[in-house]
C-alpha cells in the first residue's frame, strides 16, 4: 500500500547538481528498501542506488562519488541526489519500493543532461 511519486526531473548542463525526490504515501514505508533506478532509450533499466531500512546504501559504479541516496522516513520521502552530472546519466529516473515480493514504482521523472 505504497504509491510513489518523482520529482525534482529536469534539464541541466554538464557537471550540475539535480536532486531528486521520491514522495510516498500509503503505510509501512519505514520497512521498504528504496531504491532509484534508470532507464535510457534503448538500454534495459539499471539499478542506480539503493538504501535499506537499516540505512546500507549501495551504488552502481558509474554513478559512485556523484550520487547520494539517502531517505526520511518522518516525511516519508526518499532523496537521490546528483552532483557533476553527466551526459550518460540522461535517463528516465524511477523510484521503487521493496518489501518482501511487494514491488512499487513511481511514474518516473525525465532528466537530461546536456554537454
Known amino acids: 500500500q505504497v504509491q510513489l511519486v518523482e520529482s525534482g526531473g529536469g534539464l541541466v548542463q554538464s557537471g550540475g547538481s539535480l536532486r531528486l525526490s521520491c514522495a510516498a504515501s500509503g503505510s509501512l514505508f519505514s520497512d521498504y528498501t528504496m531504491g532509484w533506478y534508470r532507464q535510457a532509450p534503448g538500454k534495459q533499466r539499471e539499478l542506480v542506488a539503493a538504501i535499506t531500512r537499516g540505512g546500507n546504501t549501495n551504488y552502481a559504479d558509474s554513478v559512485k562519488g556523484r550520487f547520494t541516496i539517502s531517505r526520511d522516513n518522518a516525511k516519508n520521502t526518499v532523496y537521490l541526489q546528483m552532483n557533476s552530472l553527466k551526459p550518460e546519466d540522461t535517463a528516465v529516473y524511477s523510484c521503487?519500493?521493496?518489501?518482501?515480493?511487494?514491488?512499487?514504482w513511481g511514474q518516473g521523472t525525465q532528466v537530461t543532461v546536456s554537454s
Open positions: 521503487n519500493a521493496t518489501f518482501g515480493i511487494i514491488h512499487r
